[in-house]
Nanobody, 123 residues
């Protein structure tokens, strides 16, 4: 059964950094786009950034521009979300999801989801 597992979340002070990982098992991530989402308490889940199978990157959230970046290590079957200059408003549970091949301008049907990892940023 294919699976995505996020890790790397935690508690950081404002201005700090974290790198989240999305590791795939039972699935060759080389062929899949990976999208990162976040859901703050009491709010809807929001799409943040995507990296396509070909390395194309799409940013869906202007509030993270210049602070968050995505990458992938195909040999490790893992995608990453690097988060710098974190602010309290970045506090959320972060999820990764996979759809085949390419990032889409509108939400596609995602085939696989991780269980999420919590990021908490203190002021």
């Amino acid at each position: 059964q294919p699976q995505l597992v996020e890790s790397g979340g935690g508690l950081v002070h404002a201005g700090g950094s974290l790198r989240l990982s999305c590791e795939a098992s039972g699935l060759n991530l080389d062929y899949w786009a990976v999208t990162w989402f976040r859901q703050a308490p009491g709010k809807e889940r929001k799409r943040v950034m995507c990296i396509g199978a070909d390395g194309e990157i799409r940013n869906y959230d202007d509030s993270v521009k210049g602070r968050l970046s995505v990458s992938r290590a195909n040999g490790e079957n893992t995608a990453y979300l690097q988060m710098n200059a974190l602010q309290p408003e970045d506090t959320a549970k972060y999820y990764c999801a996979a759809n085949f091949r390419a990032c889409k301008p509108t939400d596609p049907l995602y085939d696989y989801w991780g269980q999420g990892t919590q990021v908490t940023v203190s002021a």
